[in-house]
């Protein structure tokens, strides 16, 4: 057990399981697990070892077999499950935006269902659309029809959010999208949960999305028994099995790299020009520095192009603006050096330029800087296995967890 006070506890689970009628074993076996208020815990683990059903019996789409379920210290394990529904937001794979009604009035549909007055759910509806990056007069009404997967699963959310749960409940929601669009709805879960603090638990079969995402790891074996629960860096470096182990797999070290955002490491500066700059000054510039290139940013200092030498050579008479390559890869501050090697692989002068939330400039990252992270995180491992065997050999008894 962990040694939290029970205010720190949102949703505790005591003995809960479920087993199907005909079933000669539980799907879900006795399990017991406490997840904290404003935490994102992940459940991974293979096929059929009950993520999904566990989450289930949370919001009680399914009846437990045995066992309670506590919701901030309440034992709603008997309460109307409706009520309890109302109570926290739920965000599936397939989204199930209702395709008849508006963005506005999906969103809108459980505080309608609380007897929210009509100005209340207005503002709430423009609120949530500001907040997952959608203009509410562009977006507000709208069907889900008009929209893109990754449009339609940022309704998903907001949706979901709609009444101002604690609680959300998010089963593999990003598991149908695209990588591309993956990491950016991922990465603006994470922008989500640094301004609204829910506790969030979150399903998926993919460790490295769970090691992005989650403050916490649950691994479920074979009956949603847990084979570890513990932070991401714990579970890499610490692996409570060889299930464990076998889980998370090869490349462990490039996994920790999801552990490690953009905004824990120091920026490159760039050399940098306006876009008004006469193209003879901007050469001028090119060529008392070391770099291949210039970035061109307009007045509010957002990215506009790269620079050549060539591209500044060209005909005279030309603006900044008419020459030189548009930006093609940038990356945000929670994006995770995983996400930006990604990006390194195909990024032209093999850096990406990072913005902050209004889309200004703040500087580059490249693959130098994930290198030395990752010498960094080897000295740390190096570390604490020598620190473990030094243990060992006293025979000192290992701390005990959180």
Partial sequence: MTDTTAHDIMIRLDGLSKRYP??????VASLDLDIRRGEIVVFVGPSGCGKTTTMKMINRIIEPSTGRILLDGEDVTEANPDQLRRRIGYVIQQIGLFPHLTIGENIATVPKLLGWKKDRIAARVDELLTTVGMDPEEYRDRYPKQLSGGQQQRIGVARALGADPEVLLMDEPFGAIDPI???RLQNELLRLQAEMRKTIVFVTHDIDEAIKLGDRI???QEGSRIAQYDTPERILTAPANDFVR?????????KRL???RVADVPLREWPTVDIDTPPEAALEVLRGVPESALLVVDGAGRPVSWLLADDLRAPEGRPLSALGTPIDHTVEPRATLSDVLNELITARHSVSVVLDDTGVARGVIDFDQI???IREMRSVAVGEARAG???VGSGAAPQERE
């Avoid at 005909?22 to 799907?27: E, K, P, S, V």
């Avoid at 076998?246 to 490039?254: D, P, W």
């Fill in 22 to 27: 005909g079933q000669q074993r539980d799907a």
């Fill in 246 to 254: 076998s889980f998370i797999g090869r490349g462990a070290s490039l």
């Fill in 181 to 183: 669009t993956r990491d």
């Fill in 258 to 260: 999801n552990l490690t």
């Fill in 371 to 373: 290198n030395e992270t």
């Fill in 218 to 220: 649950v691994i479920l």
């Fill in 389 to 391: 065997l030094a243990e």
